[in-house]
């Protein structure tokens, strides 16, 4: 297997820009996770699915920011608008609940908010 | 709300020494314990977990405790190799689901050679 995928692996946008990352989950997998790594807040949960159902989204930080898992094997993360302070590197990851609780990450999307 | 302090924030050995990292917890509802290594640039990789009703696991050079009175668990590596070095991260699972996970904020192991 690939491994979870994602798109893109760096963003630069202009504040006020809408932003949509992608992730491909590992095939098989029913939980999918979204998190946001920052020096300063280091890594936070933002929202996690199960058979692509949102079961908590309460680390989503303001109304700016949404997600969508439309299938098993795709998830979308938006920012829209866009501000300075969304700048982080954004990792999705998953886990088969049928094996133990290990989530394995995707190599994240850097983004750039200028 | 819940919350995972993890210490040292940075750590430097010598090749062949032991490295120890502390982490303790506030959830008392917390089953599930992972700690992930991170190179530079790199993605999280899980390099071992424990869960409430195991008190240590080991696997190679990496071990785990876990206090759960105490709330409490910790990394051990042993004979410690420059491939070591990374930020490694600990992690507890909150508010009753073992998929909802808190992380420290990281500790910077330095091995040099």
């Known amino acids: 297997d690939a491994g979870v995928i994602q798109s893109p692996r760096h963003e630069v946008t202009e504040m006020g820009q809408e932003v949509t990352l992608r992730c491909k989950p590992i095939?098989?997998?029913?939980?999918l996770f979204w998190y946001r790594q920052t020096m300063m807040r280091g890594l936070e949960l933002l929202i996690y699915?199960?058979?692509?159902?949102?079961?908590?989204d309460s680390g989503m930080p303001e109304d700016r920011f949404s997600a969508k898992m439309p299938n098993a094997s795709f998830s979308t993360l938006k920012i829209q608008p866009s501000e300075p302070r969304d700048s982080a590197v954004y990792f999705c990851?998953?886990?088969?609940?049928?094996?133990?609780?290990?989530?394995?990450f995707g190599p994240g999307t850097r983004l750039t908010v200028t | 709300g819940e919350n995972v302090e993890q210490h040292p924030s940075t750590l430097s050995v010598q090749e062949g020494d032991s490295a120890v990292i502390k982490c303790t917890y506030s959830d008392s509802a917390s089953n599930y314990f992972p700690w992930y290594k991170q190179e530079l640039g790199k993605r999280p990789q899980l390099i071992i977990d424990?869960?409430?009703?195991?008190g240590e696991k080991k696997d190679q050079r990496i071990a785990v405790t876990l206090n759960k009175t105490a709330k409490h668990f910790s990394l051990h590596i042993t004979e410690t190799q420059p491939e070591d070095s990374a930020v490694y991260f600990c992690a507890a699972s909150i508010g009753g689901s073992n998929y909802k996970l808190t992380f420290g904020k990281g500790t910077l192991l330095t091995v040099n050679p």
């Open positions: 699915f199960n058979n692509n159902v949102p079961i908590d």
């Open positions: 990851a998953s886990s088969s609940g049928a094996y133990g609780y290990e989530q394995y």
């Open positions: 095939s098989g997998h029913d939980y």
């Open positions: 424990i869960r409430s009703n195991v």
